[in-house]
């Protein structure tokens, strides 16, 4: 069993540029959510999706950010044009609809300069 | 509006002792609650949870505590050990599989 995959692990990159994150999630699991994590705020779920439909988008900060998920073995966060505000590191999680145990990828760590 | 609470940032607690981390919450709707443990540069772990219809679970060392008056949870560590040194965090759902809320976390140092 593989966890949740996300890559790139490191990201650096100049204000203005797009950002794709991407995240496997485990084979199986029906629901996938993005998380961003930064000190101010801790785990803010930013959008999750059931069954590759997106089902709440609310945490999502702006316009500049979008997520899709073409199949249930596949998904990206992508931000265009990237900001200095959004260095943070971002999750990848996915679960069963039952239990409700979310598993986590080991993150993306977001530096945008 | 923090729903799920986590008001000590920070714990240390000698090796073998038991270690106590508290999490508050205000949504009367959630029903599910669960404890993460995450090292640096890695993804938050599921350790232990519970339902609301129960006020204690037991997993080895780890026993989370329910009092749903008090909108109150509790992990207890016994015996702690330099391992358990991490970042906890709180979670909590309503109503089925609805995204986890989670509380800022409570960093561990287990002294040897």
């Known amino acids: 069993d593989a966890g949740v995959i996300q890559s790139p692990r490191h990201e650096v990159t100049e204000m203005g540029q797009e950002v794709t994150l991407r995240c496997k999630p485990i084979s199986g699991h029906n629901s996938l959510f993005w998380y961003r994590q930064t000190m101010m705020r801790g785990l803010e779920l930013l959008i999750y999706?059931?069954?590759?439909?997106?089902?709440?988008d609310s945490g999502m900060p702006e316009d500049r950010f979008s997520a899709k998920m073409p199949n249930a073995s596949f998904s990206t966060l992508k931000i265009q044009p990237s900001e200095p505000r959004d260095s943070a590191v971002y999750f990848c999680?996915?679960?069963?609809?039952?239990?409700?145990?979310?598993?986590f990828g080991p993150g993306t760590r977001l530096t945008v300069t | 509006d923090q729903q799920v609470k986590q008001n000590s940032p920070s714990l240390s607690v000698q090796e073998g002792r038991i270690s106590i981390l508290n999490c508050d919450y205000t949504?009367?709707?959630?029903?599910?609650f669960l404890w993460y443990k995450k090292y640096p540069a890695e993804g938050p772990t599921f350790l232990i949870s519970?339902?609301?219809?129960?006020d204690k679970n037991e997993d080895g060392r780890f026993t989370v505590f329910l009092n749903k008056s008090a909108k109150h949870l509790s992990l207890h560590i016994v015996p702690s050990q330099p391992g358990d040194s991490a970042v906890y965090f709180c979670?909590?759902?309503?109503?089925?599989?609805?995204?986890?809320?989670f509380g800022k976390g409570t960093r561990l140092s287990v002294i040897a």
């Open positions: 949504n009367s709707m959630f029903d599910y």
């Open positions: 999706f059931n069954n590759n439909v997106p089902i709440d």
């Open positions: 979670a909590a759902s309503a109503r089925g599989n609805t995204p986890l809320v």
């Open positions: 519970i339902s609301s219809i129960k």
């Open positions: 999680a996915s679960s069963f609809v039952q239990p409700y145990e979310q598993y």
